[in-house]
C-alpha cells in the first residue's frame, strides 16, 4: 500500500509540475519566443532564421510544445481542464504549428511567425527555414493575427520575406 501511494503521489506531483509551469507563463513557446520585438510597421529591416520549432495551438490560442502537450493529454490527466477544455478535447482538436523565429541584426530582438501544418504554405516555409539565413522583412499596416486567428488559419498578419 506504501509504495503504491508513492508511485500515485510520484505521477501525480511530476504531472501537476508540467501542468502547472504552462499556467504560471513558463511555456516552451514563451521560452522559444522571447525577447519579441514591439509591434510595428517594418521595411526591408534586415534578419536571419534563429530559430523554428513545432508547436501545438488550441482553439483558445494557446501554444504548446510536443512535450507539453503530451503531458496535458496524458491519460493520467484526461479528466483535468485547461481553458475550458479537458485533455480529451485538447487532443482531439489542437492543430500543429510550425513557427520560425527570426532575429534582427541590429536591435538582436525576435518576431516569431506561425503558419499550420495543415495550410498551403506551410511546405514551402518549411523548406526556407535554414538557421542563420538573411532576410529582409516588411510588415504590412494594420495586419496582425492572434493564436485564435492563426487556429482557424485566418491569414491576417502579413511579413512580406525576402531571402539573400
Known amino acids: 500500500m506504501k509504495s503504491l501511494s508513492i508511485i500515485f503521489i510520484s505521477l501525480f506531483t511530476l504531472n501537476g509540475c508540467a501542468y502547472y509551469s504552462h499556467q504560471f507563463g513558463l511555456g516552451d513557446h514563451s521560452a522559444f519566443c522571447s525577447n519579441i520585438e514591439n509591434d510595428r510597421d517594418r521595411h526591408n529591416e534586415k534578419y536571419y532564421i534563429s530559430g523554428s520549432q513545432f508547436f501545438y495551438i488550441t482553439k483558445n490560442g494557446d501554444y504548446y510544445s510536443e512535450k507539453e502537450f503530451n503531458q496535458l493529454t496524458s491519460p493520467t490527466l484526461i479528466n483535468v481542464s485547461y481553458g475550458g477544455l479537458s485533455a480529451k478535447e485538447l487532443k482531439d482538436t489542437a492543430k500543429k504549428v510550425f513557427t520560425v523565429k527570426f532575429t534582427n541584426t541590429n536591435t538582436n530582438k525576435n518576431i516569431c511567425s506561425s503558419t499550420l501544418v495543415s495550410s498551403d ?42 531571402y539573400f
Open 121 to 162: 504554405t506551410y511546405e514551402k516555409n518549411y523548406m526556407d527555414s535554414i538557421l542563420g539565413r538573411k532576410l529582409l522583412i516588411s510588415s504590412e499596416k494594420g495586419k496582425g493575427a492572434s493564436g485564435k486567428e492563426i487556429y482557424r488559419d485566418e491569414g491576417k498578419k502579413s511579413l512580406s520575406i525576402q
